[in-house]
């Protein structure tokens, strides 16, 4: 008689969610055991917004049956399963001891933290690269190595020639230029507004997640009701599609805008689906090549759009893997300022940040602009302690995780590395915001103002943030015109900045919302 084999035990965490894993292929559905395991310790590392967790559970309920159906076993962990040890580690090890599986199969973590935790695990552990980036870690170090500056734009025209997307038969860019963002930054014509959202109706398995995440986590921020986003790959595509069709022509034009009401205007809403694997990159990258070739779309919206996919997404990803663990202590600036109490629940006069915080905890949702240039830009200009908004920015959002928060929050927004994300930091005054969006229009203050009782904080913080910074920034040429402006005032209008800056601030620091 011969002996069953023992089986091998594969991981699939709540954002592994691909039928494509590495792990599913070196594994044999006839032998092999899979394991999902929902987990106290990471529904509560930082207080995900309440449509992230539902997403996530959700997700994993539905994978786990797809995968069944394709013959799988899965042994999937509830919540509130007896026995849940409540973390990833501790499941692994309690389920390969169960099964006295020969070997634990896993792939590589989005987040640093979690894969520390399995490194260090003594367990006979076979790890595999996660194929759903374009780039690897491994490949990313290759490009970094010997490099003074790490500029996404040379890395995105790298990948565009080694994903041949959007490419002339010699091989130069499309239409002969690589970047079409000059295109890209018009405000809102009043009469435009943006298309309908696809939106998807809860099943059974997601009632019951909504459920139990409205009865466990009660004291997270955000609101779980009216949750209509895709749980399964299925409507995943189907949002896809609905992009396609209605949102990717105006996607260049309008990337920048904003407007009341307008939670999406022209944006895909796919983040939170293809970070945790709904949705395949390469597939979305060749469908809009495709929509461009047939003249269905304009280049600036489809070079824009692979350009977020194959360069921000994954220029974000390998500077994180390359940076970690270190990079998330940077604090180039040494701002020390603790993150205003009206982020939590957008309590403040200012509109615009209402606005975004309001949709925010709404929705899980805000688009890159909002982010960028709202709430990252207020955060930048107050001197947040980069920790505290990164905090942030990871409870807040439903496509949020380490690996991609972490470098737009750290670097981008508040250029806590020093410059190493971007050459300069994205800090804007009111006019910026007035200019993209139609927030002024409604707003308590002034964004003509700068030193008035009643003038647009941001106004006074710009200058007062460029003042207190000047040594800082004192050799970086593309801040040269900005120091320009500020010499050429009159010292006691510079004087007024700074006294309204420093008032602001003492608000701040006295518990006040602006
Ligand atoms: P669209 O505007 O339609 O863009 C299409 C896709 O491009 C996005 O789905 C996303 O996958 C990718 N993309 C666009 N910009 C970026 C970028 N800067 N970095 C990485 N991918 C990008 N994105 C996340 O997925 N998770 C996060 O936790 C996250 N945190 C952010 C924090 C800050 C401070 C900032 C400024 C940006 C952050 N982003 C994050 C990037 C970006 O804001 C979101 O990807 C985007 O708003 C998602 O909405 P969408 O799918 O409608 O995107
Ligand atoms: C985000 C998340 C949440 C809320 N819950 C779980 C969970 O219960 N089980 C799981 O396997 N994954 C979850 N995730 C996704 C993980 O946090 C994610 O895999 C890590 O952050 C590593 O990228
Ligand atoms: Fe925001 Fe200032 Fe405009 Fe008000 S005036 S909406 S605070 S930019």
Redesign the pocket.
Known sequence: MTRRQAPRLGLVLGDQLSFDLDLLRALDPARDVLLMAEVEDETRYVPHHPRKIILVLSAMRHFAEALRARGWRVEYVTLDARGNSGSIVGELKRWHGKLKAEEVHVTECGEWRLEQSMRACDLPMVWHRDRRFLCSREAFARWANGRTQLRMENFYHGMRKRSQLLLEPDGGPAGGAWNYDKDNRKPLPRKVRGPFTASFKADAITTEVIDLVRRRFKDHYGNAEGFDYPVTHVEAEALWRHFLEHGLTA?GDY?DAMAEGEP?LF?????AA??IGLLDVRRLCEDVERAWRRNEVPLNAAEG?IR??IG??EY?RGIYWLRMPEYAQLNALGNRRPLPGFYWDGQTQMRCMAQVIGQTLELG????IQ??MVT?NFALLAGIAPAQICEW??AV?M???DW??LP??LG??MHADGGFLGSKPYCASGKYIQRMSDHCANCAYRVERAVEEDACPFNALYWHFLMRHRRTFAGNQRMALLYGNLDRMQPARREALWQRGEALLARLDAGEAL
Do not use: P
């Open positions: 996607f990337q999406y944006h895909a809403r796919i983040s293809l970070n759009f977020q996919l921000w997404r974000v949702y805000a688009h890159h982010r960028l990252g920015y990871l959002y496509d949020a995780y991609v928060e737009n929050t981008m927004v």
